[in-house]
């Protein structure tokens, strides 16, 4: 089967192309047949950080060049041209009279290609930054209508776990890992920290979450203090290494917030809150000083993370830990992970591989697999919408 997966949910528009194997086969198997991710991070750069309506604006723009690479790079089959009739030109325009830009994009496409060989549309449907999730959704529907494809809405969050609980095999192919449950899956990004007890596939409860800023947006914004480029996490993680590589270390701690709390919450603006008033203390920031902060700063994230993980896979007894997420591309944290299942008897780790850890379209397609695998899946209607706020339990 082969799935086309759309992410739009913040400032990258990706799109990917995956082939699955037959799902009775032993282990499940998966070839990438091309995927894309393009980055609008250069554009919000400007901004400090990401404008909903700006990112809504570079998906319309963008959405259908991408398309048009992923066709041509993974040289899957498409067929004829043909003119669109009345009635279907009168039906995408209704699906896309709220993206005239997308709208036009496809039709000039249209000219020169016919339907490709895809048999399912995997989109996100949320969470994330609605306008920017629309744009997605409206282009699976135009696409779906158009070709006869059915759609299946993706949680982005579950995207971040299927990015993780596929293994990469060989160059291009993932296989399945063999989860255990109870698992505990630890989700950090831009918009997200949660640990989340999954008791089988699918089955979600949130045991914690934070009750301010998310992790990466912690970084993003201790970036920003120091004077640093969005997005800050790859930045801080920079500085924190040199500051490491050297012995660097701050004479003074920041706080770890929350990490003798006995539930399994987390807060981070504290954490910013400390380095902002550390900065503003110090007043004339040196490179060295910046490297110091920057790597304290990482510990305690570090700290926090480990110790309720740590807490939550005792307490209810995981067998895998999945941990997924743009955070997770941080070297530093990815470390102090790594000891977890060193500690803890029986405990297997499950992480997204580097590329795969920052939002893209392949986890999107993976998660779609997934639910078909574990005959799991989503209701495919037609009426769905993006859902900002859209949760792992709903
Ligand atoms: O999952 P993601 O790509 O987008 C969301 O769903 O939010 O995560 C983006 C977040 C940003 O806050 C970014 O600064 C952070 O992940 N991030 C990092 C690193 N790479 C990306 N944070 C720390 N260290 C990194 N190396
Ligand atoms: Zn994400």
Same mark, same amino acid.
């Given at each position: 089967? %082969?799935?086309? /997966?759309?992410?739009?949910?913040?400032?990258?528009?990706?799109? #990917?192309? %995956? @082939?699955?194997?037959?799902?009775?086969?032993?282990?499940?198997?998966?070839?990438?047949?091309?995927?894309?991710?393009?980055s609008q991070a250069k554009i919000h750069k400007e901004y400090g950080g990401v404008f909903p309506n700006v990112a809504k604006r570079e998906h319309a723009a963008n959405l259908v060049p991408v398309f048009k690479v992923l066709l041509e790079e993974s040289k899957i089959k498409t067929a004829k041209p043909v003119s669109l009739s009345k009635a279907m030109w009168e039906q995408l325009e209704t699906i896309l009279k709220r993206e005239p830009k997308l709208f036009e994009g496809l039709l000039d496409f249209l000219d020169t290609t016919g339907k490709?060989?895809?048999?399912?549309? #995997?989109? $996100? @449907? /949320?969470?994330?930054?609605?306008?920017?999730? =629309?744009?997605? &959704?409206?282009?699976?529907? #135009?696409?779906? +209508?158009? =070709? @006869?494809?059915? &759609?299946?809405p993706i949680n982005h969050m579950e995207g971040h776990i299927a990015a993780a609980v596929f293994e990469e095999a060989e160059k291009n192919i993932r296989t399945l890992s063999p989860l255990a449950f109870p698992a505990l899956a630890l989700l950090i990004s831009g918009g997200h920290t949660e640990l989340v007890l999954v008791s089988d596939w699918h089955s979600y409860k949130i045991l914690g979450r934070t009750r301010d800023d998310a992790v990466g947006e912690a970084f993003d914004k201790v970036a920003r203090i120091?004077?640093?480029?969005?997005? /800050?996490?790859?930045?801080?993680s920079k500085l924190a290494d040199k500051a490491r590589a050297r012995g660097g270390k701050l004479l003074a701690t920041l706080p770890r917030p929350m990490i003798k709390s006995d539930d399994f919450d987390f807060s981070f603006s504290g954490l910013k809150t400390a380095v902002l008033y550390m900065a503003k203390e110090i007043k &004339?920031? $040196?490179?060295?000083?910046?490297?110091?902060?920057?790597?304290?700063?990482?510990? +305690?994230?570090?700290?926090?993370?480990?110790?309720? $993980?740590?807490?939550?896979?005792?307490?209810?007894? +995981?067998?895998?830990?999945? &941990?997924? /997420?743009?955070?997770?591309?941080?070297?530093?944290?990815?470390?102090e992970l790594e000891t977890l299942p060193k500690e803890i008897e029986g405990l297997t780790l499950y992480k997204s591989s580097m590329d795969l850890s920052t939002d893209n379209a392949l986890m999107i397609a993976l998660a779609a697999y997934l639910r078909l695998l574990f005959k799991n899946d989503k209701a495919f209607d037609k009426n769905f919408g993006a859902r900002g706020n859209l949760s792992l339990e709903s």
């Open positions: 089967m %082969i799935i086309l /997966g759309i992410e739009t949910s913040c400032d990258e528009t990706a799109l #990917a192309l %995956i @082939e699955t194997s037959d799902a009775k086969e032993h282990k499940p198997k998966v070839s990438t047949l091309h995927h894309v991710v393009l490709p060989h895809i048999d399912l549309i #995997a989109v $996100t @449907e /949320g969470p994330g930054l609605e306008p920017a999730l =629309w744009v997605g &959704v409206n282009f699976a529907k #135009a696409l779906s +209508a158009l =070709w @006869e494809i059915p &759609v299946m120091l004077g640093l480029p969005y997005p /800050g996490g790859p930045e801080i &004339v920031l $040196t490179d060295e000083m910046k490297e110091n902060i920057a790597r304290e700063f990482e510990d +305690a994230a570090a700290e926090v993370l480990v110790s309720k $993980t740590r807490r939550a896979a005792i307490k209810f007894g +995981a067998k895998s830990l999945i &941990v997924g /997420g743009g955070v997770i591309a941080n070297k530093h944290i990815r470390q």
